[in-house]
C-alpha cells in the first residue's frame, strides 16, 4: 500500500483513507456529479463485495473514490474510480488508482473504461480488450413468437444456481461465484433448458434509473434473445439497460426494437492482458461495467 496518505494537487490538499459504510450517501452524491446513475442501494452492494477508498478535502468531503473486487487469488475488478470534476485534471484518479492496484496484491485486474479514464489507465499498461456497448432507454413489447428459439425457456429457479454458477465460470474464465451468488439473491432469472440441461441463462435486476439486464450467458445470439425476451417484457413500459461487447448486427438490432438503442460507449480493459480459453458458452451481457 502507497505510503502516501495526503497529496498536495496544486493548491488542492486530499488525504484518503478506506471506504466505509457510512460513506454512502457522499458517495452517492459524487456519482451523481460525474453523472452515474447509481442509487444507495447499489452502492451498498458493492461495498458488500469489494473494498474502498475514498480522497477527501480538508473540510472532510468525499471528493474522489475507488473500488476493488477480489475473484479468487488470482483476479480482481476495479470500480467506481471517480473524481470530482475540479480534479480530473489534477491527477486525483492516477494518486486513486495507485492505492487501489497497491491493494489488488499483484492480482491481474479487469476494467471497464469510460472516455474520460482511457488515457489514464492505458498509461497505467492497461492494454484495451474490447468496446462495450450500452443499450438503454423505455423497453418496447417483443412478440416472442416470432423469435427464432421459442421453447425451453422457464424462470430461475433457485435449484438453478450451481449450473448458473459453471456457466458463468466456463463463459467468463474467471470464477467470480461470489458475485453472481450476490446477484442472483437481487435478480429475477431466466434460464434455457434443452435436453434436461440448462444452457442459458439471463438476469434482471433493480439500478440506477430503473432495472439492468445482466450478466446473460447463452450459446449463440438466437438464444440470448430469447433469454432476454421475458425480461424486457416484464418492463415494458420502464427504463431499462443492458450492457454488451456484442457486435452482431441481429442482436443489436433486437436491443434497439427493444427499445433500448446505443448510448454510450466503453471500453474493457485487462492488465496484464489475457485471453480466455475458448467456449461453447458466451457472455452476452455484463453484470455492469465495475463488475465485468
Known sequence: MPSETSKRLKTYELTIRAMTPDDIDKLHELSITVLWP???????????????????????????????????????????????????????????????????????????????????YQSLDFQ????????????????????????????????????????DNTAFGIDRSRIIEAILEKSQGSVLVRDNRIIGFALCRKFGRGHVIGPVVAQNGDDAMALIAPHINQHTGHFLRIDTAEQDSPFKTFLIEAGMPEFDTVTSMRRPSFKNEDSEFHSFALVSHTLA
Open 38 to 120: 447509481h442509487r444507495p442501494s447499489d452502492w451498498r452492494l458493492l461495498l458488500t463485495l469489494g473494498k474502498g477508498v475514498v480522497g477527501c478535502d480538508p473540510i472532510g468531503r468525499v471528493v474522489a473514490s475507488g473500488m476493488w473486487f477480489p475473484m479468487g487469488d488470482r483476479y480482481a475488478t476495479i470500480g467506481m474510480v471517480i473524481t470530482s470534476p475540479r480534479l480530473q485534471a489534477l491527477g486525483g484518479g492516477r494518486w486513486i488508482m495507485k492505492h487501489i492496484m497497491a491493494q489488488c496484491e499483484n492480482r491481474d485486474i479487469l476494467l471497464t473504461s469510460t472516455r474520460a479514464g482511457y488515457r489514464l
Open 128 to 167: 484495451m480488450v474490447a468496446p462495450v456497448f450500452q443499450h438503454q432507454g423505455i423497453a418496447a413489447f417483443i412478440d416472442r413468437s416470432k423469435l427464432s428459439v421459442t421453447e425451453g425457456i422457464r424462470e430461475f429457479d433457485t435449484n438453478d444456481q450451481q449450473s448458473i454458477l459453471q456457466l
